[in-house]
């Protein structure tokens, strides 16, 4: 049986949970959740570290854990994690994704009211009997019920990178199948939406049959659900759904304009064709009504062609989402988005100095692999004890530590430089966590709330703006703090917002964490608009995680962002003006 990374870390994760509602030692827990958290962000498949004997040398896995695991990966199972589920039904792990809902609640819940899945719990709640447990009360009896339904709002979803490396499997292996013409992804998917219900695959084939065995045996499904000669559905590993079409290669570009959706896109299409006497379907056009007055409608050979029939210009599947892309594909005015390929560096990365998992040369090296020029780093400031934020001496050993490197030969030499910046928190009244004379040592600071996240719309727009207003602070930090599929955003007057730092000339980050992608991009044309400049930063906490660029990419490219607009597509050279630029401008006035 073969483990993905997510998967055993999934089993670690739960040992942690049914260890807490044993009411076992905290250190013991935290070793299963600190290993959880170091499997999830590897970069190579498990079962090669567990054969090469390298699992004890990453940092997070202890000796036990270790044994644990190579057992797991090597037998396919483990006794002791058996064992532990055996006391708890199976359902109990889904009430540890309820928000506000811990393991001393959950086996309160469970022990008391028999409580052993979220239906449960549902039940005792509208029963009030929840409120009755000593340490419950009326008020959490609410939240609880509020907590049920956020989650099965997610139910079902995906965060994008987690498609993403299904993906890339599938299409690759597709690809290199005989029997497969063209290809692509689609859906939302294509669209590249925070989130992903499910994975659309489109394929052109003369032998749809052989294409769609060879794709309901590919090693990553677990579950066939539907299989056609050219409509199938699977369950992937990490219960992802997937749909594969095939179509014959002269429907392909219909068919991909039509499962790319958007379906308000879509709808918009149909009804241009309609005007031009066709009927556009996932296949063809056809000629509607009285045939001797239409005009034929031209042959199709890609997707281009399609809107140009159309009387458009090609639309980026990006922004497919019927909000204004046809109007500007009419009047040639769409935007040249943003690409991969003209970011020059990125800001907001964390170290070992905080709770990144790689040091400051490790993060350096990682960015010029990935053909950086730059990188700036962020760490956490001291409230945010939890991540072991710098208090301001530790922050200036950090910065000599970069002025350092930055003299070295091997930066020199690679054209390469770091950033002295700074995560800095937001506190209660709209405080940041260091005095203006410890920001002004810095390059550029980045100002996030990670605290105080129950205050009302007005109190927290308020302390953000008045972050905002500080003349360090540069960029403004994964703005709503929502977690996706996680936790809500905390409210906030975003165009509010957005109209201060218009104002003040302050950034405002796409935070491209596949966790947050923050400020949403259903937000940018607005900020674009008043002239506030983005940044796209990974927040990374590992190297790998500077991968995650490629995510706030594409949600810079929904937002109709192009590269003029994203300051970290300046070269080495210029984005130092755009770093200092509120600094000087606020000193002038
Ligand atoms: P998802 O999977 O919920 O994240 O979102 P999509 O957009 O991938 O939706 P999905 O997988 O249900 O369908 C893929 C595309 O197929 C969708 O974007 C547009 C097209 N489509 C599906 N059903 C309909 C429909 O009833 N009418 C139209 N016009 N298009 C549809
Ligand atoms: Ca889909
Ligand atoms: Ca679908
Ligand atoms: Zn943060």
Redesign the pocket.
């Known amino acids: 049986m073969s483990e993905t990374p997510t998967h055993v870390g999934e089993i670690l994760e739960h040992i942690a949970q049914l260890l807490e509602l044993k009411g076992e030692n905290p250190f013991k827990i935290r070793a299963y959740t600190n290993a959880a958290r170091a499997l999830e962000s590897l970069s190579e498949p498990i079962e090669t570290i567990v054969n090469e004997g390298r699992l004890g040398s990453i940092e997070g896995i202890g000796k036990a854990i270790t044994e644990k695991v190579t057992e797991l990966v090597t037998t396919g199972k483990l006794p002791y994690y058996e064992e532990l589920k055996a006391s708890f039904p199976d359902g109990i792990f889904e009430l540890f994704e309820l928000q506000g809902l811990g393991a001393k609640k959950i086996k309160a819940l469970h022990d008391q009211l028999g409580v052993s899945s979220v239906e449960d719990l549902e039940r005792v709640c509208k029963e009030g009997k929840a409120a009755e447990l000593a340490g419950f009360g009326e008020k959490t009896q609410v939240k609880l019920l509020k907590a049920i339904e956020d989650h099965r709002k997610h139910a079902g979803?995906f965060r994008i990178n987690v498609v993403a490396v299904l993906a890339d499997q599938l299409l690759s292996d597709l690809r290199a199948h005989e029997a497969v013409g063209q290809i692509s992804e689609?859906?939302?998917?294509r669209?590249r939406?925070e989130?992903?219900?499910?994975l659309?695959i489109l394929v052109s084939s003369k032998d749809p049959e052989e294409v769609t065995t060879f794709f309901v045996h590919h090693p990553l499904v677990e579950e066939v659900i539907v299989s056609g000669p050219t409509k199938s559905s699977v369950r992937l590993k990490d219960g992802v759904q997937c749909?594969l079409r095939v179509v014959k290669p002269e429907e392909f570009p219909f068919a991909l304009v039509?499962?790319?959706?958007?379906?308000e896109h879509?709808?918009r299409l149909?009804s241009r064709a309609l005007d031009r006497g066709w009927s556009l379907n996932e296949y063809r056009f056809t000629v509607v009504g009285d045939a001797e007055g239409a005009q034929q409608p031209p042959v199709i050979h890609d997707e281009k062609e399609l809107y140009k029939s159309l009387g458009l210009d090609f639309i980026p599947p990006e922004l497919r989402e019927d909000k204004g892309e046809i109007a500007a594909a009419e009047a040639g005015t769409l935007p040249d988005l943003i690409e991969w390929s003209n970011l020059r560096g990125t800001f907001h990365c964390h170290t070992t100095a905080s709770d990144g998992k790689n040091s400051l040369i490790e993060m350096a090296r990682a960015a010029i692999d990935l053909g950086l020029e730059y990188l700036g780093i962020a760490d956490h400031s001291k409230s945010s004890f939890q991540a072991r934020g710098l208090d301001a001496s530790r922050l200036a050993e950090q910065v000599a530590e970069i002025r350092e490197l930055n003299t070295s030969k091997e930066f020199q030499e690679a054209g390469f430089r770091l950033f002295a910046g700074t995560e800095c928190d937001i506190l209660k009244e709209g405080d940041l966590d260091f005095t203006d004379e410890v920001l002004a040592t810095l390059d550029y600071v980045v100002a996030s709330a990670h605290s105080g996240f129950t205050a009302d719309e007005k109190t927290m727009t308020e302390r953000i703006i008045r972050a905002i207003r500080n003349p360090h602070v540069t960029m403004m930090g994964h703005l709503t703090g929502r977690l996706l599929l996680s936790r809500e955003a905390y409210p906030v007057n975003i165009p509010a917002v957005i109209e201060a730092a218009a104002e003040t000339g302050t950034i405002i980050e796409i935070n491209a964490s596949p966790w947050r992608l923050d400020m949403d991009w259903r937000w940018w044309p607005l900020a674009k608009e008043k002239g506030v400049k983005c940044s796209i930063n990974p927040d990374a906490h590992t190297v790998f995680g500077l991968q995650d660029l490629i995510y706030g990419v594409g949600i810079a490219r929904k937002g109709w962002l192009t590269k003029t607009d994203v300051v970290n597509c300046l070269p080495l050279g210029k984005v130092e003006a755009a770093l200092a630029a509120k600094r000087l401008k606020q000193a002038e006035e």
Do not use: A, V
């Open positions: 979803r689609g859906g939302s998917f669209r939406k989130t992903i219900g499910d659309d749909d039509y499962f790319t959706g958007s379906k879509n709808i149909r």
